[in-house]
């Protein structure tokens, strides 16, 4: 994996992350309401659940490599048009910060909560299970790099939901639903943009 690649991946996936959904929910509603201890609880579950779904997709993409062979670009193109299709879809929904469901505190734990909520939305195993793809040289030791990816998506991850959970605060009074749609909005329209960018890189 070259470095101009990785750079793109790191871009690509930050603007993913960085979008409030229903883990950031979760985590500033616990913030708010239960302390900062709550929200690193929440983000500890909700990286356990990133990592399992991470590890699938890996897994799963390892076996793909080795045996699609040419078809692996059409994979490729497949999973940028999965990109841009998710774009529009946060264009056209915007965003909402609902506290109510995710402020109590639950029976099981606040990491189990975490986890219980992130793999509750297999649309983030959808999303990894396109994005990957596309920032991987089969010509390469394709472990090597679905375990770099992995673990940078981890760290972006943990960086913003930390981020959250430690000013919970002052992030639960700024984020309202028009701020909400406007994140939303302008990174649904990064990632269509970064989807067409990679299914034209494909094409040439």
């Keep these: 994996m070259n470095p101009e ?21 979760l985590i500033v509603a616990n913030g708010m309401r239960h302390g900062t201890r709550a929200g690193l609880l929440n983000v500890a579950g909700t990286q356990a659940g990133l990592a399992l779904m991470l590890a699938i ?61 992130c793999l509750g939305n297999p649309k983030q195993l959808l999303f990894f299970g396109a994005l990957l793809p596309q920032f991987i040289d089969p010509a390469a030791d394709h472990a090597m790099q679905i375990a770099i990816l992995g673990v940078t998506a981890l760290s972006l991850a943990a960086l913003c939901d930390g981020a959250y959970a430690l000013a919970s605060g002052r992030i639960g009074r700024a984020l309202s639903e028009r701020v909400v749609r406007t994140i939303t909005r302008v990174s649904g329209g990064m990632l269509i943009g970064g989807g067409l960018w990679l299914a034209f890189s494909r094409a040439k």
């Design 5 to 25: 690649a990785y750079f793109a991946y790191l871009a690509v996936c930050l603007v993913a992350i960085i979008v409030p959904g229903p883990t950031n929910t």
């Design 57 to 117: 997709a890996g897994f799963g993409l390892t076996s793909v490599v080795e045996t699609a062979g040419h078809w692996f670009e059409w994979i490729k193109l497949l999973g940028a048009a999965y990109l841009i299709w998710v774009g529009w879809q946060m264009i056209r929904a915007g965003g909402r910060i609902d506290n109510s469901p995710t402020a109590r505190k639950p029976r099981g734990g606040f990491f189990m909560q975490g986890l219980l909520v």
